[in-house]
């Protein structure tokens, strides 16, 4: 082509037109919406955006209020005065075992303080390693749970006593030891680099450049000023800050015989117990989450509980000394592992919390938060209203993880129940008047109720004589055609066919003059087609389903089993007759019960294991690397464990916990050997709750009691060595330690008495082989009958460790236990696969054929804890505000009709099946009236 023909041709503005067009596809394609622009900021993207903006790079320079969070993005903290009175959910029960440690921690240094308070057991008070140790212990023992633990002293309240040139009842000017999980991917000795969460690291906070954390520019000191300084000067704060517990304590110091007869008692300062309607003054407090800048460098939320000490200490005047706030301990754990509720406010989402509402559940469902889920989204389900059922292609609740990952048009045309029609009224049953009708005004009608004893109705008439002067309504007054009374006759037939799955077949036959006969007959519904034998080639003759022959065919489980029920219901029985007035008159086996009444408990009770847990790592840690004869110039070695100690930490274990009934550590024959020098051949101390019914504060009593004893079970005639928690724990780890945990520690400790710098223990780093958590035993259910306990419990049993004589390995050194009370169990009886040790299982009365088993968490030891939920296809009848059935109330009704009493629910207690809502139907009807005619036209 030549080149002439394009000249003159205006090229210019074509372009001009074709950049113009394309600047307003751009522009109208900017300014089209997203499939997930309805997604929109929330309170969530704040929170993460503020987290994102910090790391290990740039906290040192960002300000304090960039470093913390409000506090309400944890909502619903545990309150110690509210554990006994409401239910834990599984979404808090973490929060609340760092709670619950940091307590014990807090009642363990405030007892070995005031428990040697004199000049001569100075030297019996903790030494630096059982700093270190202890706090390195909460974190191996916790392993998904607490990532940090310290305690962290006031101005000079540290009375050290492993320094040489530190004169007598002097004080460090700060002491702070805290330990974390440190991430050891990248540590030399781990050749796998993959993190171990075996590497702790411990550091004294109050050494160094920049240590003196009571100020207020440390910036994520918030522990520090919860609790310290003391401001015992307060008018009327001393009173209520401080609260005195009851120990008694019963000694022995050889084999078979006690010290004394009686307990000796000690009155024990410690953290506040406030009543239950108190908002003040309580025992542990969480921080604001913060940034652990220079250390951990994660976002942490620090539980805080306060160690009382009488001050100043060794002083003769003791009308000069008060118990004083001298320390606090702190127990983190991570923000991204808690989890949230993103439901409306609610009774059981109460403010502050600053997640709420954040959920996107349609109108016409209800929001259900989930655990597990951490700081992450979807972490909810949307429950249908009462009201409303799930359309038939949804099977269980809207799970929010799909609502938030939906787009726009998905979640317009979805997530929605459907509205439930011709809901029932459940009737109100009046005594002495008319059974089962609603107690509602007579004239409601404008009219008054007609009089069984007027005389214009004193007509004789049978029952299928209409009386003349009856009134007629507008619906009976109308006549119906013949053709369709006809019609209306045919179809109750047809339905009558219908139910017992029959039709009606016409069969058309001619005689031998050729005229037509027609035969109706009743035939089945579904037609068989015939099979032909193999050997006689004849046709096989259908046979019912009903009629045969199925003995040697297996039949699916019951969801209910009568023998289960059965069974239950004596173990019930019998655990409600055993008490403390007749314990001694059963046998030994009747004072147990099967191995499978205690189903689940190693998920439900798996803080109060991992208790017994924390001080069988701590023990194991010291007596691995603890020699008595080791010093260090300057600073002095640690002393072997004294019995004040041991007696300490198990009063910690049963104070800390309000579910442990007991615990206890005993060690094995001639393996417990004290500072000075001389080994006994039985230490075995256990504490327990001391409840007595006279005070209020009895076995029945949910009061969280201040009253402890203590005593040391080598005081009694037999040994504990033949005791079940003892032998089979011994058996198993006494000449085998395969499979204990290595656990590496890395202590930096302060350069001199000031802390002038951090420097490297000189045995650096340390290790340690302890038990992990599946390596205890749970015990059957038994009723202790020792005249101390006196309750139902379930056993938890854990080894520790320690060196040999000759210091070349590691030998079992003993067992430690605590006891929970088995009234603090939950009861499932929902359906389960058969080989599920569950002594509750297929015992729930739900009707299964409408229904399906939920279990409900928290109820405890009860009968009905769960609720019968409708199956898809079924809906719920009842004009109530629920959507399911309780199962205490199905229990209940169960019973009445048992015993006869007609006027029993239980048979009402059944979901319907689901129709089809009037808008469907309608349009239903609209789209075949539009196919009609189309075909018509």
């Known amino acids: 082509m030549s080149k002439g023909c394009f000249q003159g041709f205006p090229w210019k503005g074509v372009l001009f037109l074709v950049g113009l067009g394309l600047c307003a596809f751009l522009g109208s394609g900017a300014q089209r919406k997203g ?11 704040d929170v993460d955006d503020r987290m994102n903006q910090v790391n290990a790079g740039n906290c040192r320079s960002k300000p304090a209020t960039e470093l913390r969070l409000p506090a309400d993005t944890v909502a619903q903290p545990p309150k110690f005065n509210r554990l006994l009175s409401y239910i834990v959910y599984p979404n808090r029960t973490k929060l609340l075992h760092t709670h619950n440690m940091a307590l014990n921690r807090a009642f363990f240094y405030s007892y070995i303080y005031q ?115 003391d401001g015992w000067d307060q008018k009327g704060q001393d009173s209520v800050r401080k609260f005195t517990y009851d120990i008694g304590i019963k000694y022995s110091n050889e084999t078979g015989k006690f010290t004394k007869d009686e307990y000796e008692g000690k009155t024990l300062f410690g953290p506040p117990s406030p009543g239950q309607k108190e908002t003040q003054n309580l025992p542990v407090l969480f921080t604001e989450p913060y940034f652990d800048c220079g250390r951990s460098n994660r976002w942490i939320v620090s539980a805080v509980s306060p160690v009382v000490d009488f001050v100043p200490r060794y002083l003769d005047w003791l009308h000069l000394r008060r118990n004083t706030y001298v320390a606090v301990t702190t127990m983190d754990m991570e923000f991204l592992s808690i989890d949230f509720n993103p439901c409306p406010i609610s009774i059981g989402n109460q403010l502050p919390n600053y997640f709420k509402d954040i959920a996107r ?73 008319t059974q089962g009708t609603p107690d509602v005004p ?29 009134r007629k309504t507008d619906r009976a007054a109308r006549s119906v055609r013949a053709d369709v009374q006809q019609t209306r006759i045919l179809n109750k037939k047809l339905r ?39 050997e006689t080639n004849r046709k096989i003759q259908y046979v019912p389903r009903h009629k045969r022959d199925t003995s040697h065919k297996r039949t699916k489980r019951q969801s209910f089993d009568p023998k289960q029920y059965d069974r239950m219901m004596s173990i019930i029985y019998h655990k409600t007759g055993v008490n403390k007035d007749n314990c001694k008159n059963y046998k030994p086996e009747d004072l147990q019960l099967p191995g499978d009444v205690g189903y689940n408990v190693e998920v439900l009770f798996s803080n109060q294991a991992r208790t017994a847990l924390r001080l069988s790592h701590f023990l194991s840690n010291f007596l691995q690397n603890i020699d008595m004869y080791e010093e260090y110039g300057n600073l002095r070695g640690d002393r072997l464990l004294n019995v004040e100690q041991v007696f300490g930490e198990v009063l910690a274990n049963t104070m800390g916990d309000l579910k442990i009934k007991g615990s206890g550590v005993f060690f094995d024959i001639d393996k417990f050997k004290g500072p000075d020098g001389k080994t006994r051949q039985f230490f075995g101390p ?59 520690e890395k202590p930096v400790i302060r350069s001199d008495i000031n802390g002038t710098s951090l420097v490297d223990f000189l045995l650096f780093p340390l290790y340690y082989k302890a038990p992990r958590e599946e390596d205890g035993l749970w015990s059957a259910p038994y009723y202790n009958c020792d005249g101390y306990v006196n309750d139902w419990i379930i056993t938890y049993s854990i080894p520790f460790f320690g060196l040999n004589s000759i210091s070349t390995g590691i030998e079992f050194k003993g067992v430690v236990i605590v006891d929970v009370k088995l009234d603090e169990l939950d009861i499932n009886q929902c359906p389960q696969d058969y080989f599920v040790p569950n002594a509750f299982k297929d015992t729930a009365r739900c009707h299964y054929e409408t229904t399906y088993c939920v279990y409900l968490a928290g109820k405890k030891f009860v009968r009905g804890s769960y609720k019968c939920e409708c199956k898809v296809g079924y809906e719920y009848p009842f004009n109530d505000n629920a959507w399911y059935f309780d199962g205490q109330t199905v229990e209940e009704e169960y019973r009445k009709k048992m015993a006869g009493d007609k006027q029993t629910r239980y048979d009402n207690l059944q979901c319907r099946i ?19 005619w189309s075909l018509i036209v």
Request: aromatic content about 16%.
């Open 496 to 534: 009558l066919l219908r139910m017992a799955n029959l039709k009606e077949e016409e069969t058309v036959s001619r005689t031998a003059d050729g005229k037509e006969r027609r035969k109706r007959s009743v035939v089945p519904r579904v037609s068989h087609p015939f099979h032909l034998e193999a």
């Open 686 to 744: 256990y504490a327990w709750r001391y409840e007595e019914a006279n005070t209020g504060q009895g076995q029945d009593s949910d009061v969280a009691n201040t009253h402890f004893r203590a005593i040391d079970y080598a005081g009694f005639p037999t040994t504990y060595l033949d005791k079940p928690w003892f032998k089979n724990v011994k058996e198993r780890w006494q000449s085998n330690t395969y499979g204990l945990g290595k656990f590496r």
């Open 361 to 433: 559940c349609k109108p016409s469902t209800i929001c259900e938060p989930l655990y597990g889920w951490g700081f992450r989204r979807g972490g909810y389900q949307c429950m249908c209203k009462p009201g409303y059922r799930y359309p038939p292609w949804q099977y269980g609740p809207f799970q929010g993880i799909e609502i938030e990952s939906a787009t726009e048009a998905e979640y317009k045309n979805g997530f929605d129940c459907i509205p439930v029609e011709l809901r029932q009224v459940i009737p109100v049953i009046r005594s002495n008047e």
């Open 35 to 45: 499939a997930y622009d309805w997604l929109t900021y929330d309170a969530f993207d």
């Open 115 to 229: 428990k040697l308070n004199e000049t001569e057991q100075f030297f019996g008070q903790p030494g630096l390693l059982y700093y270190y140790f202890s706090a390195a212990a909460d974190i191996s023992a916790n392993m998904n749970n607490i990532n940090g633990s310290g305690i962290f002293f006031d101005n000079n309240a540290s009375f050290a006593t492993w320094y040489r040139t530190l004169p007598f009842n002097r004080t460090l000017p700060l002491f702070g030891p805290r330990a974390w999980r440190f991430d050891d991917f990248n540590e030399p000795t781990n050749w796998i680099r993959e993190p171990t969460n075996h590497t702790i690291n411990i550091v004294d906070y109050g050494a160094g450049p920049q240590s003196n954390y009571t100020l207020k520019a440390y910036k994520t000191n918030q522990w520090y000023d919860l609790f310290l300084p």
């Open 914 to 932: 689901s129709v089809a809502s009037q808008t469907v139907v309608s349009s239903l009807v609209a789209l075949t009236v539009i196919a009609l």
């Open 442 to 470: 007579y004239d409601f009608a404008g009219r008054k109720k007609r009089s069984s004893d007027s005389e214009e109705f004193d007509a004789d008439y049978g029952f299928f004589d209409r009386p003349l002067i009856a």
